[in-house]
Antibody, heavy 125, light 106 residues
Framework: QVQLQESGPGLVKPSQTLSLTCTVS??????????WSWIRQPPGKGLEWIGY???????YYNPSLKSRVTISVDTSKNQFSLKLSSVTAADTAVYYC?????????????????WGQGTMVTVSS | DIQMTQSPSSLSASVGDRVTITCQAS??????LNWYQQKPGKAPKLLIY???NLETGVPSRFSGSGSGTDFTFTISSLQPEDIATYYC????????FGGGTKVEIK
């Protein structure tokens, strides 16, 4: 059974870069059937998609965050990572990694079908 | 950007009640609509994909319908374990979520 686990600092200073890693276990990140995504949720608020990466390295980002976001993949470690630069208090949130079913899939295309447990990141000096 | 508007933002119902949540898209998204359940302190869980298809293992009291711009999510008989916030999500153009509906027991 595929599982995702986020890791990284829980506290980041304003103007610095937030860095998180998601480790995939129980399956290969190189499966062609999935994109690997980051989603965040500010305290008490809704969900915001940040971006995704394919195992080949191709990426797509939310236009509202595109200038500050970089997602990368390390297939040898079965991991993918998020970097968000120039953070402010508005970036304080629970950050989730999630598996996104590719649009060409026969079922659940476009759905985030497996999620990590989430990690809280606070931006504060 | 496609905006997703959910209503109500919260509701209170009794065990056994039928609960209905609506989600409206700002433009036609065909059936490219999924529903999630999020319990407090937990990650969201996929319940329904493509507007009306039940994810494997999800109880049959959950259902979804709709296409175009208007969608409905229904719990046919509310159970105590259904206390959660429910989100719709479109994937016609990138990915956006509705604002959520918090379901509580009366």
């Amino acid at each position: 059974q595929v599982q995702l686990q986020e890791s990284g600092p829980g506290l980041v200073k304003p103007s610095q870069t937030l860095s998180l890693t998601c480790t995939v276990s129980g399956g290969s990140i190189s499966s062609g059937d999935y994109y690997w995504s980051w989603i965040r949720q500010p305290p008490g608020k809704g969900l915001e998609w940040i971006g995704y990466i394919y195992y080949s390295g191709s990426t797509y980002y939310n236009p509202s965050l595109k200038s500050r976001v970089t997602i990368s993949v390390d297939t040898s470690k079965n991991q993918f990572s998020l970097k968000l630069s120039s953070v402010t208090a508005a970036d304080t949130a629970v950050y989730y990694c999630a598996r996104l079913v590719v649009p060409a899939a026969k079922t659940a295309a476009g759905a985030f079908d497996i999620w990590g447990q989430g990690t809280m990141v606070t931006v504060s000096s | 950007d496609i905006q997703m508007t959910q209503s109500p933002s919260s509701l209170s119902a009794s065990v056994g009640d039928r609960v209905t949540i609506t989600c409206q898209a700002s433009q036609d998204i065909s059936n490219y609509l999924n529903w999630y359940q999020q319990k407090p302190g937990k990650a969201p869980k996929l319940l329904i994909y493509d507007a009306s298809n039940l994810e494997t293992g999800v109880p049959s009291r959950f259902s979804g319908s709709g296409s175009g711009t208007d969608f409905t999510f229904t719990i046919s008989s509310l159970q105590p374990e259904d206390i959660a916030t429910y989100y719709c999500q479109q994937y016609d153009n990138l990915f956006t979520f509705g604002g959520g509906t918090k379901v509580e027991i009366k």
